[in-house]
Nanobody, 117 residues
Framework: QVQLVESGGGLVQPGGSLRLSCAAS????????MGWYRQAPGKQRELVAA???????NYVDSVKGRFTISRDNAKNTMYLQMNSLEPEDTAVYYC???????????WGQGTQVTVSS
């Protein structure tokens, strides 16, 4: 019923930048919050950044000052601008949306971000 489509992942050198996009479509009444998660091999999936409809944001400490999350409510689209990328940022990045009225979770397919020289 709801689909999340991610784009923007790829290979980048340390210090480089990438911009991830996540577009939500389908039977959407309202999105309570959207966020980016990532999972590296052998590690648990972690919340990287989140943003609600009013624009309030949260970031994991390791990306503060380097990543910026934003959204376009009219398009139900979320972005993650990633600057000063480090090898430790290498992971599969997943888009997540929690929808009203029941706070149901939806996930994108994931996009690979690799930071390497």
């Amino acid at each position: 019923q709801v689909q999340l489509v991610e784009s923007g992942g790829g290979l980048v050198q340390p210090g480089g930048s990438l911009r991830l996009s996540c577009a939500a479509s389908g039977r959407i009444i309202s999105i309570y919050v959207m966020g980016w998660y990532r999972q590296a091999p052998g590690k648990q999936r972690e919340l990287v950044a989140a943003i609600n409809r009013s624009g309030s944001t949260n970031y994991v400490d390791s990306v503060k000052g380097r990543f910026t999350i934003s959204r376009d409510n009219a398009k139900n689209t979320m972005y993650l601008q990633m600057n000063s990328l480090e090898p430790e940022d290498t992971a599969v990045y997943y888009c997540n949306a929690k929808l009203l009225p029941h706070f149901d979770d939806y996930w994108g397919q994931g996009t690979q971000v690799t930071v390497s020289s």
